[in-house]
């Protein structure tokens, strides 16, 4: 009994209060009223699921039924009848060359998530492997004072992920430590807060493509001895800029706005400047500032494929934008798998916030 | 010379063509060791009247003078006992008396301070309550802690505004009693803001009508000539008592209806039905 009281106050503090109604459905403890309750949080949800994906898979095949037909008319009236038969037949029998580049169906995507994991396995043994070879190499060479040998193999689309991670979360550290502070002088300063107005207003709405060109032109200067390569610390700048703001107005807005019996009890007693940000102003302001966080993480992460695709740098951004590039027979179908990891982890990433937010906020009503 | 002294004191509000006076001509004189009752309606500036005297308003003119001196701040020597609590939420009930008692004796070490606090805690009976927040707590009870927090600071004169107002009967009466013994012990100057007569009545040694505002000034003062310990039981009966609660009603009355008759302006209401807004915008759960 206990088991159950704990995941059920877990799921429910990570907002995934289905799962309890879902076990209760296992363990045969449903009762009338948790019927209602399983039928709309969990079939509801699944059923629209099943749906999306046939409606899904009508369109692919109707898109690739428009592509196969174009095609066949254009080999008959450029090449002429035998053209066009052979163009059939190649087409019916699934050759690879001949397949209208088109939307995938479902089926094609989860051919080609299995098909980079695979990839995944076989990169990451010959990594293990060369690891493995050149280690008694890079031993002898660390003692001899030179630089031991990377693996400068191509990374695997689950290194890509890891790496977009490394980037969204460096990005988001910058966010953290120049708008919180900021935030919290601007709140307290009306002076402060009319110098910064103006600026804020102007670069908020700036588009992420133009911050990661003002980055890259203030960042390759400073970094012009370096041989480094420096496409990580621009898209993680750029990251870092664009996802800010929301966090810096927010952040700016509670301190600004705490409660006024809050500081008349401030006041009453007698506290310092500093008793009076960290005891009285920041506490009472923390719900706000996380849903400024919460917001900057989202706005990190959506703006963060854009930014590694212009800035070269590794990440699934570029996976995206390599496979577009590549136009392989599975290139499409990769991408749509691309987005499915882009937006899958953009959901955990906002639970993860919305966890810490109900974790460190005094009020703990749910904040969806 | 006075405890704390109020002379000819205004507070306006606004500017210009928006200005209006609050409080005027407030005069006021409470010696050490008294109970002062200030009586008066809902928005008739009772509120401000005690951010003047506990220094978070300065007034328009007139002076507030405490032991002599004028207030120009705030100070550990008036605590106050606020209206609505304000207990920080995310504060225990341990760390918001904490936090004041740090800051009142900044030279002792944190033992000792976590032994006032405990002991201020003990006096109002919330030891068992000690580690839980104020949402965790009834109205009642926050209340018990505004005042263990405004005691421990050890004030020389403490202020509280409607500190019952919020509660019902039954723990008003209780919080009413404890007050009283703990003032009882030490006989601290005090100051009480009241919109209930008998709760004045019961408690202070003077009431005051605070004839209500705009330009709010005090009205005549009533003595209150009752034994302490008093018995709310026996009060009932007492003929002093009954005088004094009707000269007060009376006057307040008259006051109400003089200011029924001065409002001649007629609104017009806008026919509004407030509309269903829960229903139209409920969502799961």
Redesign the interface.
């Known amino acids: 009994m206990k088991a159950s009281i704990t995941l059920g106050k877990v799921t429910n503090f990570l907002g995934l209060g289905f799962f309890s109604t879902l076990k209760n459905l296992f363990t045969g403890k449903l009762e009338k009223e948790d019927f209602k309750v399983l039928l709309?949080k969990t079939i509801v949800p699944l059923a629209s699921i099943v749906l999306f994906i046939g409606l899904w898979h009508l369109g692919a095949k109707s898109l690739y039924n428009i592509e196969a037909k174009f095609k066949i008319e254009k080999a008959l009236k450029d090449q002429g009848q035998t053209a066009a038969d052979a163009l059939k037949a190649c087409i019916a029998s699934g050759e690879s060359t001949c397949q209208p580049n088109t939307l995938p169906s479902p089926a094609q995507v989860w051919e080609s998530y299995k098909s980079l994991l695979r990839d995944h396995h076989i990169i990451s043994a010959d990594k293990a492997a060369f690891i493995e070879k050149t280690a008694v190499l890079n031993a002898k060479r660390i003692a001899a004072g030179k630089a031991a040998i990377t693996y400068t193999g191509r990374p695997s689309f689950v290194d890509q992920i890891f790496r977009s991670l490394q980037t969204v979360f460096a990005g988001f550290l910058l966010a953290l430590l120049i708008a919180v502070p900021l935030g919290i002088f601007i709140g307290l300063s009306p002076t402060l807060k009319s110098a910064f107005n103006w600026f804020i207003q102007i670069f908020k709405p700036v588009s992420p493509v133009v911050w990661y060109l003002l980055v890259f032109m203030i960042v390759k200067t400073l970094l012009i001895d370096s041989n480094e390569d420096s496409s990580f610390t621009i898209s993680f700048i750029s990251v870092g800029f664009c996802s800010m703001w929301a966090t810096l107005v927010n952040t700016a807005m509670g301190v600004s706005t705490v409660d006024k019996?809050?500081i008349?009890?401030a006041?009453?007693?007698?506290?310092g400047t500093f008793?009076k940000i960290f005891?009285?102003v920041l506490?009472?302001s923390?719900p706000l500032i996380f849903t400024g966080l919460k917001i900057t993480l989202s706005v990190a992460w959506m703006v963060l494929i854009a930014i590694e695709l212009l800035a070269q740098s590794p990440g699934l951004g570029l996976f995206v934008w390599e496979e577009f590039q590549n136009g392989a027979n599975d290139s499409n179908a990769k991408i749509i798998v691309a987005m499915f990891v882009i937006g899958i982890i953009g959901f955990l990433l906002d639970r993860l916030m919305l966890t810490i937010q109900n974790w460190v906020s005094?009020?703990?009503t749910d904040a969806i | 010379m006075a405890y704390l002294e109020l002379n000819n004191i205004c507070k306006t509000y606004g500017q210009g063509a928006n200005e209006m006076e609050v409080l005027s001509n407030i005069n006021l004189k409470i010696e050490e060791g008294e109970f002062v009752a200030i009586v008066g309606f809902t928005g008739s500036g009772k509120t401000t009247l005690v951010n003047l005297i506990?220094?978070?308003l300065a007034p328009t003119s007139g002076a507030v003078l405490f032991k002599g001196a004028p207030v120009v701040d705030?100070?550990?020597e008036r605590?106050?006992i606020?209206q609505?609590y304000?207990l920080?939420?995310?504060?225990t009930v341990e760390q918001n008396v904490l936090?004041?008692v740090k800051?009142?004796f900044p030279e002792k070490n944190k033992k000792e301070l976590k032994t006032i606090v405990a002991d201020y805690v003990e006096m109002v009976s919330l030891t068992p309550a000690m580690h839980k927040?104020p949402?965790e707590l009834s109205g009642g009870m926050r209340q018990r802690v505004a005042v263990a927090r405004a005691l421990a600071?050890k004030p020389e004169m403490i202020i509280m505004d409607e500190p019952l107002g919020a509660l019902d009967a039954l723990t008003r009466g209780n919080l009413q009693d404890e007050i009283l013994n703990i003032w009882g012990k030490d006989k601290r100057t005090a100051l009480l803001i009241t919109n209930d007569v008998d709760e004045g009545i019961y408690m202070a040694d003077r009431i005051i009508p605070l004839r209500p505002g705009p330009n709010a000034t005090l009205g005549p003062e009533f003595k209150i000539d009752l034994e302490r310990p008093r018995d709310k039981t026996a009060m009932n009966d007492n003929a002093n008592f009954k005088k004094t609660r009707n000269a007060i009603i009376e006057y307040l009355m008259d006051i109400g209806n003089e200011r029924k008759t001065e409002a001649k302006e007629a609104y017009i209401l806008p026919d509004l039905v407030p509309k269903d807004f829960v229903n139209q915008f409920k969502f799961?759960n």
């Open positions: 709309r019996d809050y008349n009890v006041k009453v007693l007698k506290l008793q005891k009285v506490p009472s923390l005094f009020d703990k | 506990n220094g978070l705030t100070s550990h605590g106050v606020f609505n304000s920080l939420p995310w504060l936090m004041a800051e009142a927040r949402k600071m799961g």
